[in-house]
């Protein structure tokens, strides 16, 4: 029989905001444990919460992006549940009125565009975290986290492969750092990720029992995760078995999942609205409002690329891949324009899709890790164009300049890498790079094109690859046929 | 002069005068709780060294003239679920027990801006459940008209000391007309302001949406004062309510002339005690007499109020004393092995009887199971008893039934009674349900000499109009100015 898997998945996102869900607690990352506390978030008897309005703002925001339609009456609910890193014993959630719901994104799987539908997004507030001191079996608790706001972005059991989720979860976490909402940095926590799954005889329309699965904290432990996962089911069902429904752990170095205990006996987490926190109105007018202070959405920024600078799908798709990248592109164009009064937008796509990842790559890091700037990647253009540098130069000065920050300029100067385009000095060495090869000479002569190159390389290098390549073309097509 | 035997207002008077000093008023008020308090038992903390001091900081602050408000110097206690910044607030609990909060809640950094001064912390029922102080973990506290009575609860270490003059003042909290019932078997004022009126930031309270923080005072005028400064805006408390009208002295009028008093025919029945009877129909007929007018109205849901109420309770407070785990403060029990042990064995030995009840009904009632039979109709009779009232108040500007049907009762009495339910504060606590202020003045006395309380209610942020009446009232009768037999220690 051919089974087909069916996905959901939720999404914890921690939001931008200085100040944690219902204090004016710090929520920076890595600060030094429990200093980061007061007596609201630690659950002090007697310290009642207030909501942070910004963090009802970024999840608005969120809502909108993700076409959601916008609860205009919003209640806090309390989840009842006992574990030590939850101060009051209850988490703060939004279970009968959820911000947002009916929503849905686009996303691209080889060309194909698929539509996922976001049921709900909630507000919440996180845990705090448990450090476990094995060698003075000790259990310590840092609620720095604690009372962070979250929101829980749920979508409909619509993803059928681990390619459609990790498709689905880039262009999810791409909108968000867009948004400005989250930094969506998963080894930070800031975006987690549950994977509900089941699976079911292709053609079947009612779904199999689902399992939850937990700790995922990548996006290929994702894909991996959901891969082994419908394998798993599957193996269960050919064998005649049942499926549990339970939540599951995902051991990313063993690439297998084990049962989780249970957190409760049974699911019963009590929900009931918060007393202490009046339910909120969201009114159109604040809607509005933020609605027209929406930054432009990857895929807005991804057709713009293309009809505005007249790129290719393939370099807007990439170059758009990250607020950061794209930003850094349309400013670098601007400059770039400004200086040559031509629009010369492919030039600046071919550096940062080429050599930027190359070397971004090449040294495991980000662009913003890198000192290069719009201005300096512009200098550098300047340089080529002028003559200064030849490409392959050009390439050297950039990784130079991305790790140092020195302007191109003083690199060159520096480090001697001006071009060489006197035509005496250039005419010697060619005359010894022909002197030195008789061999590929004749070859040459003898119909061989290639030999040519071999040529063009030789005289290059004892040049350290600063010849004018113009002009040792020129001049050994000369002086062969004066040879001849 | 016996100093402690005065009021907010008589003592304002004095002071302004120049014919007061505090420290004497502080001293006076001390040998009054040397003197009383092994009979009562209304302290669970004694804060005099700070008092002390405090007070020899005013009398130089007044000596140089400085403008003072109206409470600066007096001393007052403070019911011991109302968090004060350094001294030990126990919710009169095992759990609590070492607990000393880190910060004031909002209500006490305004009387401390006022300058008045803590004397105490003052008994209660554990968690404020209960009716009578007798789920304290730590003592009982006595009526000081009958020592072997009760003297009310949860709050009924406030009541108490007010009554026997211990303090000038109380600040208390209500659920369920656990400050009310208190005051009426004490023979003092109490009154619960309007759900938001008083911020409840640094209340530890056991059922939020139920509980707000009142005053219990000396008599009307002394309420006025007293609510006067407690009614602020908060923004650190999210039900807290922005209300402009709070110049509550300005109420003080003796003039009911024309104002219409509701009295519900649902609340009369078997359970009243015949004194209660008695005085409460002797008041309406004073009220009659002094140009109210009395009109007949109806709750159909009163029925149910007691029990949906006990229900609300129960669950919230299943879930706000959930923190109380021996993770991060109060009570950890020793000798346990793992983290369930550690819950069960902490919860256990920690919560009284009632607590434990309490809680484990809650989460019953929250339970999938329960849910909607419980909890949810809870809260559907809580939303037609809010649209009884409004229809009442259509209709007259105060309800008026007893406080209490019944007088304070003794010690071991009640205990009979389902978990959560006081048949003491079966009106009591429609003001909790429906978030109305309402107010509990003396009314009578019975045969052997118990208070008896008269319960005024108003619409919501009417708490002018209930000055008002309860002050006509008061200046018509002479039940408040009767004290309690004498208390002092003999040596
Ligand atoms: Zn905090």
Known sequence: MKYETVVGLEIHVELKTQSKMFCACSTAFGSEPNSQCCPICLGIPGALPTINKKAVELAIKTGLALNCKISEYNTMDRKNYFYPDLPKAYQTTQQYHPICRDGYLDINIDGRKKRVGITRIHLEEDAGKLIHDSENSLSLIDYNRAGVPLIEIVTEPHIESPEEAVAFLEELRNILIYLDVSDCKMQEGSLRCDVNLSIRPKGQTSLGTRTEMKNLNSFRAVQRAIKNEAERQQNILESGGEILQETRRWDDLKGQSVAMREKQEADDYRYFQDPDLVPFIIDNQMVEKIKNNMPELPAQKRERFVSEYGLPEYDSRILTSSRELADFFEASVKLYDEMKGSKESKTVSNWLMGDLMRLTKELGVELGDLKLTPSLLVQLLKLIDQGVISSPIAKEVFDEMCQSGQEPDKIVEKKGLRQISDIDQLKEIVREVIQENPKTIADYKAGKKKAFGHLVGQTMKKTKGKANPQLVNKLLQDEINIFQ | ?491
């Open chain 2, 1 to 491: 002069m016996e100093l402690y035997k005065l009021t907010v207002h008589e003592i304002r008077g004095l002071v302004n005068k120049g014919k007061l000093s505090i420290e004497k008023l502080v001293r006076g008020v001390i040998q009054r709780i040397d003197s009383t308090e092994s009979l009562l038992d209304s302290f669970i903390t004694l804060n005099i060294d700070e008092a002390l001091h405090q007070a020899r900081t005013l009398d130089q602050l007044i000596s140089q003239e400085a403008r003072l408000s109206t409470l600066a110097g007096i001393p007052f206690g403070v019911q011991d679920n109302i968090c004060t910044f350094g001294i030990r607030t126990t919710c009169a609990s095992k759990m609590l027990d070492d607990f000393i909060p880190p910060y004031d809640s909002s209500v006490i950094e305004k009387l401390k801006n006022s300058h008045s001064i803590i004397l105490g912390k003052l008994n209660m029922d554990e968690f404020g459940m209960g009716s009578s102080t007798q789920n304290s973990a730590f003592k009982f506290t006595k009526n000081p008209w009958s020592l072997h009575k009760v003297s009310g609860g949860a709050a009924g270490g406030g009541a108490a000391a007010v009554a026997s003059d211990q303090v000038f003042y109380a600040i208390g909290s209500d659920a369920s007309g656990c400050l009310r019932q208190p005051a009426a078997f004490c023979g003092v004022v109490g009154i619960k302001p309007t759900y938001g009126l008083v911020s409840r930031f640094g209340l530890v309270a056991c059922a939020p949406s139920l509980e707000q923080i009142g005053c219990i005072t000396k008599d009307v005028t002394d309420c006025a004062y007293v609510l006067e400064e407690i009614a602020f805006y908060d923004k650190k408390d999210s039900t807290s309510i922005r209300n402009g009208n709070s110049t509550y002295t300005s109420y003080l009028m003796d003039d009911v002339k024309g104002l219409k008093i509701g009295v519900p025919k649902e609340i009369f029945d078997e359970s009243w005690d015949p004194d209660v009877r008695t005085y409460v129909n002797n008041s309406i007929e004073i009220l009659k007499k002094l140009g109210a007018q009395i009109v007949d109205i109806t709750l159909p849901h009163f029925k149910y109020a007691s029990a949906s109420h006990s229900i609300i309770f129960c669950c919230e407070s299943s879930s706000n004393l959930a923190r109380y785990d021996g993770i991060k403060y109060g009570m950890r029990a020793k000798g346990v092995d793992n983290l369930e042990e550690l819950y069960c064995k902490t919860r256990s030995q920690g919560f009284g009887q009632e607590v434990k009840a309490i809680l484990m009904l809650g989460n019953l009632f929250l339970s999938n199971k329960f849910y909607d039979s419980h909890y949810k109709k809870a809260l559907k009779i809580r939303e037609l008893l809010r649209n009884d009232i409004r229809k009442a108040f259509e209709k007259c500007h105060i309800i008026l039934t007893p406080t209490s049907p019944i007088l304070a009762f003794d010690f071991n009495h009640e205990s009979s009674l389902p978990i959560g339910m006081s048949e003491s504060q079966r009106y009591a606590l429609l003001a909790n349900m429906t978030g109305i202020p309402a107010i509990s003045i003396p009314c009578g006395f019975s045969q052997e000499g118990l208070p008896i309380g008269l319960q005024l209610m108003a619409d919501k942020f009417n708490e002018g109009t209930l000055i008002k009446a309860a002050y006509t009232f008061e200046r018509n009768t002479d039940y408040h100015m009767k004290k309690p037999m004498k208390l002092e220690v003999t040596e």
